[in-house]
């Protein structure tokens, strides 16, 4: 998968670094003074207790927020201010915690919109929707058909999605993202609410995104035993603040995570 | 039994997203459009004509303009009635500049007037959003009613202050003014309102139909993956209007043959808005039948009765009419607020399976 535009990075060079970033809202401080980087191809777990700023980082990371502090550097240039399709034409695609999908359009729908920065033709060709419309809309449909058949939703294509379960509308809504072939992928609890099968095909379904595609993905996950299974290194955050990186074997050795996650008063 | 898809199988996805992808609806689009075009012109008296189709025609156009707004953008607009109104004096304007002109082309040039005060109006819609968005919507059409009475350059400074049609002709056929009959003026208000329904199903299953649905359903998202709302927004702000101009421009140059500003204030506006509401939101056929139900209901209630001998008084059935109307729209906002397009698809479903349910 390639990202639109900007220089090629080799796999294991910095992708994006966050730079003491800083973000609150009114008296609120949501992330302080946060620094930490995603490298090509790794699957980057960011983790913490309830309210620790994990959303809020990823929203600054695909210019959702725009952080008070900080910089934030993707593919070697640092960035401005700028609006979230900016983010989606950069590479960067994203999946929420409250699953974020149009409700009212079908699974197959779904997943088309995210091939939109994608298509090119124009309003009167969309108009007539013949030769080059038709044909780049097909074009598409058979990308779109990939991911479908990648994540096993291909009988539900036709269904619109307010009436699936959620597991299911989860799958639907990585489709999207991925349909947008993104560089960068950020889950943000892509398996709250699920049972352990659920759980299970989805950990498949991010490890074989991240191999066979080589996308590189940032994942927050509360479940500690996906977060080990899937990541090569960990972020924690705990109120707003990075109290340990490095990979899962060493950060669950960390004694500051252990006190945040056994809730030990700071 | 007759209607259903087994052994049609699609091998191409773009046989997959054809307009009728079942046989059976080829078939049946074929029919209507056979009736339509050559059965009414015929047979139908004028009465029938001019009273009855052209009029839902015409509303049909103002209610897809709407609904590709409302119903597949989700933008609330109580406007309506102020875009087609630009577009019947754009068009009155037109034919006054530009006799030559084929009145045809000026009908649908008309639209673009229209189309610019949508997007002037739609601007709002960049900052606002929901209900006072609406409001925005009906200022607008308070400031176009206004124009339409103060601006008398607009109705060519008419002692009467309204719009008297000239005639003119297509193809050596008169087709406005008082020598057009009603079956010429309907077979041209029924192609311009094919063509652009078609257009209209055209956008809607691509690209830009995906991302006004997108925008309704859950902007943010759609902003997340790529979507620009203001692009969207104000595209579908154009072509609703321009929907709506070209059926005002109808309107009165094809259907009443003259109009005064009254033809397009609030009450147009919500005319319109309740064909989409009992029709339903997001559906092209829905925009008929909404047209069809709300225009034809008050034309029963007044014949019904003279079959059984019974006189009501022409105000008892304005009475029933609205009562019967507002009824209408409280059940459907209620139990269906997919209106009568799902209970139809609903009825289809039904029958596809039709006679094991099970
Ligand atoms: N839009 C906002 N306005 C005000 N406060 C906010 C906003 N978004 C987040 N916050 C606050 O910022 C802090 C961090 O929230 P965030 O959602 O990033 O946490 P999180 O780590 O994702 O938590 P969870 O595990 O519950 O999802 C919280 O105190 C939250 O109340
Ligand atoms: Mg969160």
Redesign the pocket.
Known sequence: MRAPSGPEIAVGDVLLSVENVS????G????TDVSFDIRKGEIRA?I????????????VINGF?HPQQGRITFKGKARGHMRPYDAAYGGIARTF?NVALFRGMTALDNVMTGRSLKMRRGFLWQLLRHGPALAEEVEHRHRVEEIIDFLKIQDIRRVPVGRLPYGLQKRVELGRALAMEPELLLL??PMAGMNIEEKEDMSRFILDVNDYYGTTIAL?E?DMGVVMDLSDRVVV?D??IKIADGTPDDVKKDQAVIDAYLGVAH | MFYREAGQFKTTYAADSALFPILQDKIGIVLILFVAFILVPLTASDFAIDSILTPILVFSLAAIGLNLLTGYTGLLSLGTGGFMGVGAYACYKLATFFPGINIVVLIICSGFFAAAAGILFGLPSLRIKGFYLSVATLASQFFLSWCFIRIPWLYNYNVSASIEVPTRTLFGVPVTGPTATPATRYIVVLAIVSIMTWLASNLIRGRIGRTWMAVRDMDIAAELIGIKLYQTKLLAFAVSSFYCGVAGAMLVFLWLGNAESESFNINQSFLILFMVIIGGLGSLLGSFLGAALIWGLPIVLRTVPGFFNLSIKAATVEHITFMTLGALIILFLIAEPNGLARLWQIGKQKLRVWPFPY
Do not use: C, R, W
């Open positions: 973000l609150s809202f009114g609120v401080k949501a992330v960011i913490g207790p309830n309210g620790a700023g994990k959303t809020s980082m990823l929203n927020y915690q943000d609890e927050i509360h955050l109120h707003g």
